[in-house]
């Protein structure tokens, strides 16, 4: 059974910092590309980040870039998310997906991601 558990939500003060992991596991994730993707109250789920473990390239929504760190440890099937200078428009949840797919390819779309897990709650507090 594959599983994305994400953690290190919390509630902070506009420009502190958060850590978010996201652990896999049920299967293999060597080609895959892990993001993150996050839906504020009201709004559409929104893709913020991935890394594809082949090539290991990373992208970035332009809101998040110089912010936002997204990075892995693919021995541990985990990938972390380190957000700086956080501002309130970052509060929602954020989603850990994964790509079986990838081979190095990073898409934007949801459709993309065939795995989610259930959410991990950030609040920034002006």
């Known amino acids: 059974q594959v599983q994305l558990v994400e953690s290190g939500g919390g509630l902070v003060q506009a420009g502190g910092s958060l850590r978010l992991s996201c652990a896999a596991s049920g299967r293999t994730f060597s080609t895959d590309a892990m993001a993150w993707f996050r839906q504020a109250p009201g709004m559409e789920r929104e893709f913020v980040a991935a890394?594809?473990?082949?090539?290991?390239?990373?992208v970035y929504t332009d809101s998040v870039k110089g912010r936002f760190t997204i990075s892995g440890d693919n021995a541990k099937n985990t990938v972390y998310l380190q957000m700086n200078s956080l501002k309130p428009e970052d509060t929602g949840v954020y989603y850990c997906a994964a790509d079986p797919h990838s081979y190095g390819r990073i898409l934007f779309e949801q459709s993309t991601y065939n795995y989610w897990g259930q959410g991990t709650q950030v609040t920034v507090s002006s």
């Open positions: 890394i594809a473990w082949i090539g290991g390239n990373t």
